[in-house]
């Protein structure tokens, strides 16, 4: 059983910068993706990497100011977020699944597995 720990989350001025860490249990070679749910809100896809980091991918409204990353060495997964904005706050969950493409990594019915996710919120 993989177990993702998510890392990194605070608060910051509008503007400031965050990154966020997933830690796996252990070596999973398997497609990593950044969820996060808003307060009264779905959970929305914000950005994936393929298993060996080659392809990344991006929701619109993130596109430019995050920036996804892994290193398989150390079992772990980041997103840099810059250029933060109010409507950035958000829980930020980690996941993992063994599909294959854009198509799957953006639902959340087709992760494997799930981090308990890490607060960020973003003030004025």
């Known amino acids: 059983q993989v177990q993702l720990v998510e890392s990194g989350g605070g608060l910051v001025q509008a503007g400031g910068s965050l990154r966020l860490s997933c830690a796996a249990s252990?070596?999973?070679?398997?497609?990593m993706v950044w969820f996060r749910q808003g307060p009264g809100k779905e959970r929305d896809f914000v950005a994936a990497?393929?298993?060996?980091?080659?392809?990344?991918y991006y929701a619109d409204s993130v596109k430019g100011r995050f920036t996804i990353s892994r290193d398989n060495a150390k079992n772990t997964m980041y997103l840099q977020m810059n250029s933060l904005k109010p409507e950035d706050t958000a829980v930020y969950y980690c996941?993992?699944?063994?599909?294959?493409?854009?198509?799957?990594?953006?639902?959340?019915?087709?992760?494997?597995?799930w981090g308990k996710g890490t607060l960020v919120t973003v003030s004025e």
């Open positions: 996941a993992a699944t063994s599909a294959v493409g854009i198509y799957y990594y953006t639902r959340v019915g087709d992760m494997d597995y």
């Open positions: 252990g070596h999973i070679w398997y497609a």
């Open positions: 990497i393929s298993s060996s980091g080659g392809y990344t």
